[in-house]
Nanobody, 125 residues
Framework: QVQLVESGGGLVQAGGSLSLSCAASGRTLSSYIMGWFRQAPGKEREFVATISRSGGVTYYAGSVKGRFTISRDNAQNTVSLQMNSLKPEDTAAYYC??????????????????WGQGTQVTVSS
């Protein structure tokens, strides 16, 4: 079992940048496909980005492609999400998640076994 803790959220103006981090404990992250998801108030949780076990392959939602970058450091047991050119519609609680099954293209929430508690990102206009 793995425990996930996100950090790095905050308030930023539109056009700005934030970097989120997800630290894992309990098991080595290299066993897991990792993902970032987000949930805005009154909306369902949605896929943002996923990364393969080695970090060599990534996949992004269309709404963030070209602006966000997911990366991982298996030696440090961390996964990051660099967010640039932020927009007010990026405002949400951001969650990292881990799964041992499927591929990075399986982005359904039910595929992910482990979730962090979330970190809030607020983008002002």
């Amino acid at each position: 079992q793995v425990q996930l803790v996100e950090s790095g959220g905050g308030l930023v103006q539109a056009g700005g940048s934030l970097s989120l981090s997800c630290a894992a404990s309990g098991r080595t992250l290299s066993s897991y496909i990792m993902g970032w998801f987000r949930q805005a108030p009154g909306k369902e949780r949605e896929f943002v980005a996923t990364i393969s076990r080695s970090g060599g392959v990534t996949y992004y939602a269309g709404s963030v492609k070209g602006r966000f970058t997911i990366s991982r450091d298996n030696a440090q047991n961390t996964v990051s999400l660099q967010m640039n050119s932020l927009k007010p519609e990026d405002t949400a609680a951001y969650y990292c998640a881990a799964t041992t099954s499927g591929t990075i293209y399986n982005t359904a929430l039910k595929m992910y076994n482990y979730w962090g508690q979330g970190t809030q990102v607020t983008v002002s206009s």
